[in-house]
């Protein structure tokens, strides 16, 4: 059974950082993404990595303060984000794709979902 468990989300004011973790289990995808949904609007990508490590893409939104990592050996996507704002409050998903082709930014690509860690970022 394949999961994706989100955790490290928070509280955090405006400035600060958080970083948040992915820990996948019961199986092996060629590209995971980070998504994330604000209150009344629609999900958005906020970034993507290649399992190999070979391509990352970002959301403009976030290029140059938020980055995304993983580490093998313990199956876990990383989001470090930094430099927060107010209008990155969100629930945030991490979410794993079978595909092929590189990464996307794309929701319809990713198979399996996480659960969702809410970040919410005071002014």
């Known amino acids: 059974q394949v999961r994706l468990v989100e955790s490290g989300g928070g509280l955090v004011q405006a400035g600060g950082s958080l970083r948040l973790s992915c820990v996948v289990s019961?199986?092996?995808?060629?590209?995971y993404g980070w998504f994330r949904q604000a209150p009344g609007k629609e999900r958005e990508s906020v970034a993507a990595l290649r399992w190999s490590g070979s391509s990352t893409i970002y959301a403009d939104s976030v290029k140059g303060r938020f980055t995304i990592s993983r580490d093998n050996a313990k199956n876990t996507v990383y989001l470090q984000m930094n430099s927060l704002k107010p209008e990155d409050t969100a629930v945030y998903y991490c979410a794993a794709s079978s595909g092929f082709g590189p990464p996307t930014m794309y929701q319809y690509d990713y198979d399996y979902w996480g659960q969702g860690t809410q970040v919410t970022v005071s002014s």
């Open positions: 019961g199986g092996t995808f060629s590209n």
